[in-house]
């Protein structure tokens, strides 16, 4: 079996340990978890506006508070057993040694909660997931031990490593009750909205340098994407999907609003899911330096989507090629977000709404192509034959010259001609 095959294994048996656990009968994890009682007065966070407490619960509960599944799509795993730091930390835990504390963040479904009584209350982690994972690890390994290995879940060497200090232990069963019993701790952020939870996810995740723009946007997307969706936003959470799955064509897709939101922010249409490795923390990248950034984003995107994508699909409603053009993503959505975005930080978001009326004042009108789709088709073609990576440009410099008052409708051909040195004419 390949390391990819036993990762992918390990996480389907880590994501339904719970379930596991609870029907092999084990007491720490039969009672629903009860309301989080910080211990101590909280402190108020005048950045947030946010609440902060300290809370100490069994592990057991603490498990059925947090799900690891929902979290992956934060930052999926990695294989722990092989890595020498988390070893050596799930190692310690089976030990007994006393955890750093995590930090979650108390959220409903509709947004910010004011008291931990809510009865809609949901959990995020701010700054944990690895040491989460770490503990489920070493829950499966003092309970199923030395058959983890002929189950080929995990390999013969990592059980080498771990089976002294799990064989201390006892039996199994008992042994793995006493460490649901363990007392976790951690610190609950509640009464906080989206971009104060982003705040919190960037602020602890980024050590004592700055994350660039690309890197904090992987770690938000789960709640960036979950927001968006309660607003009211179709999107189709391709992130994670099995090839081969088809979405809907009036959906935006997950990963193009990630994407869209990176080119909001820095106004740039050539933005890129390539992930950073080598300079993971890099100081001359755009950063969110104000968490009013989201707000924007996400007022930007409400109106897009309720708006001018609603508008487009009634212009071109006998046309469907054009009709879903909006939620088609790349090249389309991305150089228009980053005209907006351009916009926005050239001026401001009032000047962006004036600009966005505009645009679906031209939709409103009764003309059979109201967005001179047929010239942008034509565009496509010319920028396709001569400069292939441009149509993203095509797209965010008609919109701006649009939203500048530059030209008086949106002039496909004219910004290809300029892009490709009047070869277009």
């Known amino acids: 079996m390949t390391r990819p095959e036993r990762t992918r294994k390990l996480h389907e048996v880590v994501s339904n340990l719970l379930q596991e656990l609870q029907a092999a009968g084990f ?26 407490g300290h809370v100490r619960e069994q592990l057991g509960t603490y498990i059925q508070r ?40 108390a959220l409903s479904w509709v947004g910010g909660v004011r008291a931990l009584d809510a009865s809609d209350l949901r959990y995020s982690i701010i700054d944990g997931l690895q040491r989460l994972y770490c503990f489920l690890i070493a829950i499966l390994l003092v309970w199923r031990r030395e058959q983890l290995v002929q189950d080929r879940i995990i390999p013969a060497e990592a059980w080498s490593f771990f089976a002294p200090s799990i064989q201390r232990l006892g039996e199994p069963q008992p042994a793995t009750e006493l460490l649901l019993q363990r007392i976790i701790r951690y610190e609950i952020f509640y009464a906080i909205s989206l971009a104060g ?65 990176q080119a909001f922010i820095t106004h740039n249409s050539h933005v890129t899911t390539a992930v950073e490795t080598e300079r993971f923390l890099d100081d001359n990248q755009p950063y969110l330096d104000n968490i009013g950034d989201i707000s924007d984003i996400v007022r930007t995107l409400k109106r897009i989507s309720n708006e001018v994508h609603a508008k487009t699909a009634r212009a071109y409603a006998d046309q469907p090629a054009l009709r879903c053009l909006v939620t088609s993503g790349d090249p389309f959505l991305l150089g228009f977000v980053a005209a907006c975005g351009y916009i926005r930080n050239r001026g401001s978001m009032e000047i962006l709404d004036k600009a966005l009326d505009r645009l679906l004042a031209e939709l409103e009108c009764q003309e059979a192509d109201p967005l001179r789709l047929g010239a942008y088709q ?48």
């Open 378 to 425: 034509k565009a496509l073609a010319i920028i396709n034959a001569t400069r292939g990576k441009d149509a993203r440009r095509l797209v965010d410099d008609t919109f701006r010259r649009f939203f500048l008052g530059v030209t008086t409708e949106l002039d496909w051909l004219d910004t290809a001609s300029q892009i490709t040195g009047g070869t277009s004419h």
């Open 66 to 105: 947090l799900s690891v599944q929902d979290n992956f799509f934060q930052r999926p795993p990695f294989d722990h057993l092989t890595d020498p730091i988390y070893r050596r930390l799930i190692r310690d835990f089976i030990d007994g040694a006393a955890m750093p504390e995590s930090k979650i963040a």
């Open 27 to 52: 007491i720490a994890v039969a009672a629903r978890p009860r309301r989080v009682t910080p211990i101590g007065p909280e402190v108020e966070d005048p950045k947030t506006q946010g609440k902060i």
């Open 197 to 261: 939870l982003l705040h919190y996810m960037v602020t602890f995740n980024s050590s004592q340098r700055r994350m660039s723009l690309r890197v904090q946007l992987e770690i938000m997307k789960r709640p960036l994407i979950e927001h968006l969706k309660l607003e009211g936003i179709p999107i189709w959470e391709d992130l994670g999907k099995m090839p081969g799955d088809q979405r809907p064509r009036d959906k935006f897709l997950a990963s193009d609003i990630v994407l869209a939101t």
